[in-house]
């Protein structure tokens, strides 16, 4: 059984993935060498164990084939790109759980920021926190214009902190100094404030997923071997950083999270919006 498709992406699909449970997330094929990733986790994307998984292994699938030069990530919900991490994963959860969750967001980040596609993150809803995590781990990054959408890493809001990998990517984006401010602040930068920091690298008044088809479809011509040489230089260092210091940063991660002034501040955060 397929999961439900964007009827725009599915015209011009000639291969799908298919599965016989719900994958969390559509791929299809706009033309021979791009394929789209769509997030399509209701209501907002949350990435919770399952859905960081399900990403991560399609993204593999698509990487072994290799016709596919250039990969777009989207989401099936207009006004959301993804609201960031699942915060149920975090509220009372047990260690065991809690552990192999952070677990499946360090392979998401490891698996897209290292992937030999070129990646394309279209944005065209809200991209706070997870969501923002995402599109930095793309080589280029597509945005609507409006004014009322927001993107960055507003995890301080929530009484949490960034890990030291996330830290390290926003400063490479941004600056060590924005970053700073960002972080501390839990700052959520409009299109505009984005595009003048390098969070993204264009907006767009029209159609956001037509421009970044563009896009991946120009990284396609570009030959493979030089591409990928590039991604290794400027992004190896990151990851042999993260791949070096993966279980204390799940023990960091974990002690921090099951600390009760964490917790408190997680249901806190959690009762705020059953009352939205």
């Not at 021979?32 to 986790?41: C, I, K, N």
């Not at 593999?60 to 990530?73: F, N």
């Not at 409006?146 to 993107?151: E, R």
Request: aromatic share 6%; glycine share 6%.
């Amino acid at each position: 059984m397929l999961s439900r498709l964007s009827p725009r992406l599915l015209s011009s699909s000639p291969r799908l993935l298919s599965s016989s449970i719900r994958t969390l997330v559509n791929v299809t094929y706009p033309s021979p060498s791009v394929a789209v990733l769509e997030l399509d986790r209701p209501p907002v994307n949350s990435l919770s164990l399952e859905m960081a998984t399900s990403i991560t292994s399609h993204i593999k699938q698509i990487e072994s084939d290799p016709q596919i030069r250039s990969l777009i990530l989207t989401s099936s919900n207009p006004k959301i790109f993804s609201a960031g991490l699942d915060i149920t994963e975090m509220s009372r959860p047990s260690k065991t759980r809690l552990s192999t969750f952070w677990r499946s967001i360090q392979s998401l980040f490891l698996t897209l920021y290292s992937t030999r596609l070129s990646t394309i993150s279209c944005i065209t809803g809200h991209s706070p926190a997870g969501g923002c995590l995402l599109s930095m781990s793309c080589d280029y990054r597509v945005m609507s214009r409006n004014p009322k959408l927001g993107i960055g890493l507003n995890e301080t809001r929530l009484g949490i902190a960034a890990p030291f990998w996330l830290k390290d990517l926003f400063v490479k984006t941004v600056g060590y100094r924005e970053a700073e401010l960002g972080l501390s602040r839990g700052k959520l930068y409009s299109p505009e404030e984005a595009l003048k920091i390098g969070l993204v690298d264009e907006i767009v008044d029209g159609e956001v997923y037509d421009v970044a088809v563009e896009r991946a479809e120009e990284y396609a011509e570009i030959p493979e071997k030089g591409i990928v040489a590039t991604k290794r230089m400027c992004r190896g260092e990151l990851v042999r950083d993260l791949e070096g210091k993966i279980e204390e940063d799940v023990g960091w991660f974990t002690d921090f999270i099951l600390e009760e002034g964490t917790q408190k501040g997680i249901e806190g955060y959690l009762k705020s919006l059953s009352k939205k």
